[in-house]
């Protein structure tokens, strides 16, 4: 029974909102100012899509803000999906060409495991060991918990490797370079 229809959205008694359906296939939160927006969707057991966005032409298929400043955008260009973070040299200040990228990386400890939710094989990096040798590659803490004691698990984006890994491919090719001169 709807508690309310404002032109094809429907809320039910339960809290699920419903978008030209009057079949419940997610929930979407909004919370008062200060709160923030929370919203979940879900897929049915048949393997359904959870979340779907679709857009006519190419362009913007989500926009991330920060207190009025666009932080990124997932956009589509017809044949993929781009994530893209700001990067501008307009928002950066300092800019120095970084150093002693091999020594970091020979500090990273790449491993291989298990997943405990279905026994499926990983390879990566344990987030605190990470965030030890390179922070911006991990959100969290570690061993985190909730007000219920419930874990608050870090998560790694190693996409923040990169540019430590291309400036570690420089060190070395300057370092074979400077040997082959050296060594004819």
Avoid at 68 to 79: A, F, H, K, L, S
Avoid at 120 to 146: M, N, R, W, Y
């Amino acid at each position: 029974m709807p508690i309310s229809k404002a032109g094809c959205v429907i809320v039910d008694n339960d809290g699920n909102t419903m978008v030209a359906t009057q079949t419940v296939v997610g929930r979407l939160t909004v919370v008062g100012p200060g709160f923030g927006i929370a919203g979940e969707t879900q897929a049915g057991a048949n393997g359904g899509v959870a979340f779907f966005s679709k857009r006519t032409s190419v362009g913007i298929q989500m926009r991330f803000d920060q207190s009025g400043t666009v932080c990124g955008d997932i956009t589509t260009n017809g044949t993929g999906v781009n994530y893209g973070s700001n990067s501008d040299y307009r928002l950066k200040e300092n800019i120095t060409p970084m150093t002693g990228a091999l020594a970091k990386i020979a500090q990273l400890k790449p491993v291989t495991y298990k997943w405990k939710l279905d026994g499926s094989d990983g390879q990566g990096f344990i987030a605190h060991e990470l965030q030890a040798v390179v922070p911006d590659c991990v959100t969290g803490e570690k061993d985190a918990v909730d007000a219920d004691g419930k874990p608050k698990y870090q998560g790694v984006d190693t996409s923040f490797l990169v540019a430590t890994l291309v400036s570690a491919i420089q060190e070395l090719k300057a370092e074979f370079d400077a040997y082959k001169a050296t060594h004819p």
